[in-house]
């Protein structure tokens, strides 16, 4: 029996090539955000005001649209990423709160988001995402989580001083205790897939950072504009090679 439109979420299933290419989007965000507020000289509040105005097009775009688009998916993604890493700098850098300040004010700005969402809609699962009052939860959630994402990067490979490689293989084992999880235990897949969606932002600021930072700083040195277009090329490439479908709805 064929599904229609309205037993479909508007967002992707989650299958391992969902992760790749947001692994990939979240080190786009950190290399493209980077490369605005400090290659181009534009500075974090500047480039944050430029990566919202974009965010807030492409979520109108997202949330307008019938049914799940991939490409017009992974620009919102890509958006919220972006504006994530300038914002989360502005804060920690600009603001002077820190990285332990920022990461704390983000967390609960996460965890009020998705409690409120519960309490509204009863369900934070990706199923749901086929209302405009979820979508607006869903996207307020993840710009939140991609903001504490780079915080949590940030400090985990400078305060830390656990360095960009560090931080990337700690982030990278807890993604590899979640997919544990996932295959052997009774574990909310709603919650380990937050978990993730989290987790692999702090991997891609790591990664970005890696990519991008003087050698002085542990990085390689790379240049943001073709580490950001190989990046970016590399998702095209993923998005247009693999079929990927809309997410059941739970409705």
């Known amino acids: 029996m064929m599904q229609?439109?309205?037993?479909?979420?508007?967002?992707?299933?989650?299958?391992?090539?969902?992760?790749?290419?947001?692994i990939a989007a979240t080190t786009l965000g950190e290399t493209g955000g980077d490369a605005v507020s400090m290659s181009m000289n534009l500075g974090y509040l500047v480039s944050t005001a430029i990566f919202a105005v974009i965010f807030l097009m492409a979520v109108l775009a997202q949330v307008r649209a019938k049914s799940f688009h991939p490409l017009l998916y992974w620009t919102t993604i890509v958006a919220t990423t972006t504006v994530g890493t300038t914002l989360a700098d502005f804060a920690d850098r600009s603001l002077g709160i820190g990285y332990a300040g920022g990461s704390a004010l983000l967390l609960f700005l996460l965890i009020a988001s998705l409690f409120i969402w519960h309490r509204t809609l009863g369900t934070v699962s990706v199923?749901?995402?086929?209302?405009?009052?979820?979508?607006?939860?869903?996207?307020?959630?993840?710009?939140?989580?991609?903001?504490l994402g780079t915080a949590l990067g940030d400090w985990t490979a400078d305060t830390a001083g656990l360095g960009y490689t560090g931080a990337a293989l700690i982030f990278g084992a807890l993604l590899m205790v979640i997919a544990v999880a996932h295959y052997a235990s009774e574990v909310s897949d709603t919650i380990l897939f937050w978990a993730a969606f989290i987790l692999t932002r702090?991997?891609?600021?790591?990664?970005?950072?890696?990519?991008?930072k003087p050698h002085a700083q542990g990085g390689l040195e790379l240049s943001r504009y073709m580490a950001s277009a190989a990046l970016l090329g590399f998702m095209l490439i993923c998005i247009l090679s693999f079929r990927q479908k809309a997410a059941r709805s739970s409705h």
Do not use: N, R
């Not at 229609?4 to 947001?22: C, G, M, N, R």
């Not at 790591?206 to 991008?212: C, K, N």
């Open 4 to 22: 229609s439109k309205h037993d479909l979420a508007k967002v992707p299933e989650v299958t391992a090539i969902f992760w790749l290419i947001k």
């Open 127 to 147: 199923g749901s995402i086929s209302t405009v009052k979820a979508e607006t939860f869903y996207w307020l959630t993840i710009m939140f989580s991609q903001t």
């Open 202 to 212: 702090p991997l891609g600021a790591a990664v970005g950072d890696f990519l991008d």
